[in-house]
């Protein structure tokens, strides 16, 4: 997948933040592990400082709940080809797994998920969470019900509408409904504050055989959408406006309208590598000249050339973007690949001067004299196992005129002369 060096800001080695969403695991209270002492005495005298202790635990909890990671997709076999998406978007946090150590790519995403994953997109999650938002009276019919079920998404119920990603005739938030392909592209639109370019296009005429399926005035979120790279049509030539989205499906949308956010994310690292990783560091050159050097995790995730690497995979001169989780890099992309070094081919004429074999007597090496000017020039090759003789091999001895041909100071050709 081609993008721009980075307005986009990616997908994590798997040091995932949990998504509040089908499951509410990053705002899920914490259960209190405290010990249970066996001794009875002394219990009402105690009964006040355990309450205090256990209120203690639980807000660490949360804290610690709020932070969770995944290190690991246990279906990632399943993820083919949204993976490169869903990691990309997980080292933001924008888009998850579950506590279970599964993404469930084949779900459906629910319209809470939907809109929680494009309010965090648009980089305002530690406002949708501040306690002053997630106290936000919601003028929805079933604002109860949300509260109720999913207390941790009021705030982002609240920044969504605060960013106009509801239509002012909505009356329900419908948190459970499946997210339908029409929908979530609105939302995503929306998202990017493009409403009134999208509005200008809803007189345009859309090549689908199910375009009178979508309501003249998403006409216009459609085409501005397609234009962008972020949802195309089907194979089929329909667009399928009420379908459900599955999670995979939601992940790609999320990732393409993520190249076209501006870059709000300074965690991320940009440069150019060194060298190939050493041991368990890489340092990065930044684009400023100054040296990073970072301890890499155990469970980074690489990209390179569009597909997921070993760390052996990275090369000097690769240029990357890097991020990173409590001072380690849980997720390398390599945004451009370093050059191979241009091969130097060479073509020599003398006469030979020495020949040396190997431990399984095949020729290693050879020295080749040359005389220019009155000049002697010695050059001496290191020679391919598989090298090509033209000529009788035999008179491969010293005085003999050769001609050697190779590249990058290994004989791959012998012409005896």
Do not use: C
Request: net charge neutral.
């Amino acid at each position: 997948m081609n993008t721009p060096v980075w307005k986009k800001t990616i997908i994590t080695s798997m040091a995932l933040l949990m998504l509040a969403g089908g499951g509410t695991s990053a705002f899920a209270h914490g259960n209190n592990n405290g010990k249970n002492g066996n001794h009875q005495q002394n219990q009402d005298q105690d009964d006040h400082k355990k309450k205090k202790d256990k209120d203690k635990d639980k807000e660490k909890d949360k804290d610690k709940d709020k932070n969770k990671i995944t290190w690991k997709f246990e279906d990632e076999d399943e993820l083919k080809w949204a993976l490169e998406y869903i990691m990309r978007l997980a080292s933001k946090g924008v888009f998850t797994g579950y506590e279970d150590g599964t993404f469930k790519p084949n779900q459906k995403i629910s319209r809470i998920e939907t809109l929680v994953a494009a309010v965090r997109l648009m980089g305002l999650r530690e406002q949708a969470e501040s306690p002053d938002k997630m106290k936000s009276n919601l003028n929805f019919k079933d604002a109860d019900k949300l509260a109720k079920k999913y207390p941790w998404a009021v705030g982002y119920v609240a920044v969504a509408l605060e960013n106009d990603l509801f239509t002012e005739t909505e009356s329900e938030i419908n948190p459970e409904q499946n997210a339908s392909r029409l929908w979530a592209t609105t939302i995503l639109i929306k998202a990017l504050k493009l409403e009134d370019e999208a509005k200008a296009l809803n007189n345009t005429k859309l090549d689908f055989k199910d375009a009178k399926n979508i309501p003249a005035g998403s006409v216009g979120y459609v085409a501005l959408a397609i234009k962008k790279g972020i949802i195309t049509g089907y194979n089929d030539q329909t667009f399928r406006p009420n379908q459900p989205v599955s999670r995979a499906e939601l992940a790609a949308l999320l990732d393409r309208t993520d190249s076209e956010m501006p870059d709000h994310d300074a965690l991320a690292i940009t440069g150019k590598l060194k060298a190939a990783a050493s041991g368990s560091k890489i340092t990065v050159v930044k684009p400023d000249n100054k040296e990073l050097t970072l301890d890499l995790d155990a469970n980074v995730f690489i990209f390179r050339e569009d597909k997921k690497a070993a760390v052996s995979a990275l090369q000097a001169g690769d240029e990357v973007l890097v991020r990173t989780y409590q001072n380690r890099v849980v997720f390398i992309e390599v945004t451009k690949a370093a050059t191979p070094p241009a091969s130097t081919a060479f073509t020599e004429l003398g006469n030979v001067n020495t020949v040396t074999l190997n431990a399984q007597g095949r020729l290693a090496t050879i020295s080749v004299t040359r005389i220019t000017n009155n000049q002697t020039y010695t050059f001496i090759y290191n020679i391919d196992p598989n090298v090509v003789i033209v000529g009788n091999a035999s008179l491969l001895t010293q005085g003999q005129l050769v001609e050697v041909k190779g590249e990058n100071g290994t004989v791959k050709t012998i012409t005896i002369k």
